[in-house]
């Protein structure tokens, strides 16, 4: 399987070429030259699959760089009961006839991002062993991205994590969950300052290629192919718990930010998953609600892009949406370049409104959406409590009030629960007045002692303490 860049770049590459990369060098997404097609039989011989051997099976279809013995290896130490919490991995659960919730979030940080993150923690090791190299990953987080990176690439050899968060803004307990590592090899640094100012930072410090080349920088953001392709397995693996054939169509809702999860809902659909209609839900911020609904694709400003209580599908731009887009316009690339270079680069938007491929959005790919607000968050919190005694956190929130609204009798809606609601607790409390249960191995964690650095928001500083800190 050779990988090409949504801009158009004549080069090919196999995976572990982009593995430790980031975009393209025109600046693309990387996506495989083309879809694996799966068929019923295939579907037949992979519904009774564990996951970590469906996970393999997946993975190797676009993987053929590793030798089969060692990816099945690298899975079977990823995907385990110890680490996600049961033998399902990604266990469902009904919650009333026809919606249920998949749980993507008993990994170790309660956040779907673990279920990609940790195979990307032992993969790096594995290549990176092979290549007889080091990586030091450079990161900007307000939570959940940060958190799932370091408790992959802790320990792991070849690999440090330089974790940039604003001092004091995460919640206490996204902080204790970070700050109480206690590994050699992760670095957390709390500047002084906001979320962009860290995201600064990394921009600053990547595009000083002097110094990115000596200091071997990398990233781990959600734009990585390879974390992408994990998530396309639980979209299998929900569905075969969905249904009892494989002849039947089921819905997925994904709680969306970057559009990183329900892209890989896209690809599993893409691979002939019978997946009906994948529902994308965003909060307040809209962008790309918007676009659904109107065909317009408009980047927010900073001042535009609202704080909320589902904070961690808080963006202005959707940083996986090109992959869609250019599967959309028909993998055109010289089309994608004059939507995302040159439209989006001079006006900050462009508009599909008048052209007959949006309305393959809907038709043809399956693709709905919807929005939600602090308030609907609250309001579903409180009903799925109520109604089924079961507690949901507000990103979850987001996706069960849009699936709701895009039910089709017959067909089971999945709504993906992207996070355990310990993890938001004010906005549970504020909803139920009540404190969320907490994971055993969480209690007591904000009282652990804490390993973390402050720094000024100055790419400068962080450069020198990366310096320090590399040999
Ligand atoms: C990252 C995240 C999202 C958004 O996922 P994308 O892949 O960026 O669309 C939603 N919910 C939670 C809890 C997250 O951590």
């Excluded at 590793?66 to 990823?78: E, F, G, H, R, S």
């Excluded at 808080?314 to 089309?335: H, P, Q, T």
């Amino acid at each position: 399987m050779n990988y090409l860049s949504t801009r158009g770049h004549p080069d090919r590459k196999r995976f572990c070429e982009i593995l430790l990369e980031g975009l393209a060098p025109d600046g693309g997404l990387y996506l495989p030259e083309t879809y694996p097609q799966v068929d019923t039989d295939t579907l037949a011989k992979w519904r009774t699959l564990p996951y970590n051997e469906l996970a393999f099976e997946i993975l190797s279809l676009y993987i053929d760089d590793i030798p089969a013995a060692d990816l099945k290896a690298i899975c079977a130490k990823t995907y385990t009961a110890e680490v996600f919490g049961s033998d399902e991995i990604v266990p469902l659960r009904e919650l009333e006839d026809g919606v249920y919730l998949e749980a993507l979030s008993n990994g170790p940080t309660l956040a779907f991002k673990d279920m990609a993150m940790q195979l990307l923690g032992n993969l790096f090791e594995y290549e990176l062993a092979r290549r007889g190299a080091e990586l030091n990953i450079l990161g900007a987080t307000s939570g959940d991205t940060g958190s799932a990176a370091e408790y992959a690439m802790r320990g792991k050899k070849g690999v440090r994590v330089f974790m940039t968060s604003p001092d004091g803004r995460m919640s206490p307990f996204q902080q204790a969950q970070m700050f109480s590592l206690q590994d050699e090899n992760i670095h957390n640094i709390a500047i002084t300052g906001v979320f962009d100012d860290c995201q600064d930072i990394v921009k600053a410090v990547s595009n000083d290629l002097g110094f990115k080349r000596k200091y071997r920088i990398g990233t781990v953001n959600s734009i990585n192919w390879a974390r992408l392709l994990a998530q396309v397995v639980y979209y299998f693996a929900g569905y075969f718990q969905a249904t009892a054939s494989n002849d039947k169509p089921v819905s997925f809702t994904v709680p969306s930010g970057n559009f990183g999860n329900v892209c890989a809902g896209h690809v599993a659909r893409m691979m002939g998953l019978p997946i009906q209609t994948l529902v994308v839900a965003t909060n307040e911020n809209d962008v790309l609600d918007e676009f659904f609904r109107t065909g317009v694709y408009r980047v927010r400003a900073a001042v535009d892009t609202h704080e909320t209580s589902s904070p961690s599908m808080d963006i202005s731009k959707a940083s996986n949406f090109e992959r869609f887009v250019f599967d959309l316009v028909g993998r055109d690339a010289a089309r994608l370049r004059q939507l995302f270079v040159d439209d989006l680069g001079l006006r900050g938007s462009f508009d599909l409104s008048a052209d007959p491929v949006f309305q393959q959005a809907a038709e043809r790919f399956g693709f709905r959406s919807g929005r939600s607000t602090h308030a609907d968050r609250l309001a579903m919190i409180r009903d799925t409590e109520k109604r089924f005694a079961t507690l949901i956190d507000p990103h979850t929130a987001d996706g069960l009030k849009a699936a709701r609204e895009q039910l089709t009798p017959g067909v089971p809606m999945v709504v993906l629960e992207t996070a355990l609601p310990i993890k938001f607790a004010a906005t549970v409390v504020e909803a139920l007045g009540e404190e969320p249960a907490r994971p055993k191995k969480f209690e007591g964690i904000e009282a652990l002692p804490k390993r973390v650095v402050q720094l000024p928001a100055d790419a400068e500083a962080v450069k020198a303490y990366i310096a320090e800190h590399c040999d």
